[in-house]
């Protein structure tokens, strides 16, 4: 079964530009959860999808946004970008509700 | 939110020594897993252990949900084992939204 693919891989963008990233989860998984990992705040969580509702919002302004499909693949854009929104971008899914997540290889997002 | 905590921070060993990595949490779990993120930044995934022991080759791992700890025992290490190994924990009430601990970074030496 293939695993949990996010497209691009690498992204460079400026200051106030837009950018959407891309998450394919694994086959049959219903959940996706974002995740934003920087050096100094480590892995936050964003938000979460499940059957396409937003579940979960974590603490980010709302610049950050997302949504996901009907076949569950899911996309979140950040508008207006900020050098601090500078990160790797993890997208995970799940079976179900706390059951094992599986991460994908990440989309690393660098804004000058 | 829940507070995940992880010791030590950095670890240094000898190629074929052993080594054990605690995770704390400060509320009940239904999820805990432990990743190894490799140098390219992907977590792998080499736990899901909520509750319990298991193992896997040189790993193992032990999470005593009661007492609110996790432990992660390396044997034998590789200089393949270096990384940085994460211990996130899931609520239950979160729908799936997962809080990591800081991480142990892990450097074997040959």
């Known amino acids: 079964k293939a695993g949990v693919t996010q497209t691009p891989r690498y992204l460079i963008k400026t200051r106030g530009q837009q950018v959407t990233l891309s998450c394919s989860p694994i086959s049959g998984h219903r959940s996706v959860s974002w995740y934003q990992q920087t050096p100094g705040q480590g892995l936050q969580f964003l938000f979460e999808y499940f059957s396409e509702t937003q579940r979960n919002k974590g603490n980010f302004p709302g610049r950050f946004s997302g949504r996901q499909f009907s076949n569950s693949r899911s996309e979140m854009n950040v508008s207006t970008l900020e050098l601090g929104d500078s990160a790797l971008y993890l997208c995970a899914s799940s079976l179900v509700d706390s059951y094992e997540q599986y991460f994908g290889p990440g989309t690393r997002l660098t804004v000058t | 939110g829940i507070q995940v905590e992880q010791s030590p921070p950095d670890l240094i060993l000898q190629e074929g020594a052993n080594s054990t990595l605690r995770c704390n949490f400060s509320?009940?779990?239904?999820?805990l897993q432990w990743f190894h993120q490799n140098p390219w930044g992907q977590l792998i995934n080499l736990f899901y252990i909520p509750s319990g022991t298991k193992q896997n080759g040189r790993l193992s791992a032990t999470t005593v949900a009661t007492e609110r700890y996790s432990l992660l025992y390396i044997s034998s290490s590789q200089t393949t084992d270096s990384g940085v190994y994460f211990c996130a924990v899931e609520p239950g009430n979160t729908g799936n939204q997962f809080y990591f601990g800081t991480g142990t970074s892990l450097t074997v030496i040959p």
């Open positions: 509320d009940s779990v239904n999820n």
